[in-house]
């Protein structure tokens, strides 16, 4: 399968703890897009990366919040400190361009919902 | 600022029958839409796409037609079908992110 693979598929934290979502994207996308659907709600924006840059967090909180995407290895969204706010399924995206100028498509994962006890 | 929005929450339609799901946008930039299905547990899958050269684009039981100057996009499933129950995703990729709708739940009865 060449899809997008995210782990690990359910995570459980207690409170203070910090949680570490992983991403591979679908083989030959360079662009990686990280979403967070809380309950009952839509997909909100969070992080967009390429190999080893950062090239749009206007979505991350500013703190506890992190992402990365190596030159080797998925990217991770890394979450600390971990509050019962934080429960909730995250999204990682692939796409073979940017999404800067459109007539683009993204592939998604299954996600990782996490759970802050 | 919701730049994509789907304001119908639900949708409940006969099994056969069609089903149209609504999307409107507020930016005129985007220049491409894509359609999501997402089922309950599951990542978002790609369903299909148009892009603003076009106002109709056809798939097997699914078609999206596009209104620029109304700025509204829509899904028709025809005939559709229990399987098809899910929700449903209308994006606009511009500005280094995919702009998503709040989603409209499909239900098909049988």
């Known amino acids: 399968n060449a899809g997008v693979m995210q782990n690990p598929r359910h995570l459980v934290r207690r409170r203070g703890q910090e949680a570490r979502l992983r991403c591979s994207p679908m083989?030959?996308?360079?662009?990686v897009y990280w979403y967070r659907q809380l309950p009952e709600e839509g997909l909100k924006f969070m992080v967009y990366l390429q190999k080893e840059n950062i090239i749009d967090e206007s979505g991350m909180p500013k703190e506890r919040f992190s992402a990365e995407f190596p030159k080797e290895g998925p990217s991770i969204l890394r979450i600390q400190q971990v509050v019962r706010g934080d429960s909730a399924a995250y999204f990682c995206?692939?796409?073979?361009?940017?999404?800067?100028?459109?007539?683009?498509?993204?592939?998604f994962g299954q996600g990782t919902r996490l759970t802050v006890v | 600022d919701q730049q994509v929005k789907q304001n119908s929450p639900s949708l409940s339609v006969q099994e056969g029958r069609i089903s149209i799901l609504n999307c409107d946008y507020t930016n005129s930039m985007f220049d491409y839409f894509l359609w999501y299905k997402k089922y309950p547990a599951e990542g978002p899958t790609f369903l299909i796409s148009?892009?603003?050269?076009?106002d109709k684009n056809e798939d097997g039981r699914f078609t999206v037609f596009l209104n620029k100057s109304a700025k509204h996009l829509s899904l028709h499933i025809v005939p559709s079908q229990p399987g098809d129950s899910a929700v449903y995703f209308c994006?606009?990729?511009?500005?280094?992110?995919?702009?998503f709708g709040s989603g409209t739940k499909l239900n098909v009865k049988p």
């Open positions: 148009i892009s603003s050269i076009k």
């Open positions: 995206a692939s796409s073979a361009q940017g999404a800067l100028g459109g007539n683009t498509e993204a592939f």
């Open positions: 994006a606009a990729p511009r500005f280094n992110k995919f702009y």
């Open positions: 083989k030959g996308h360079s662009h």
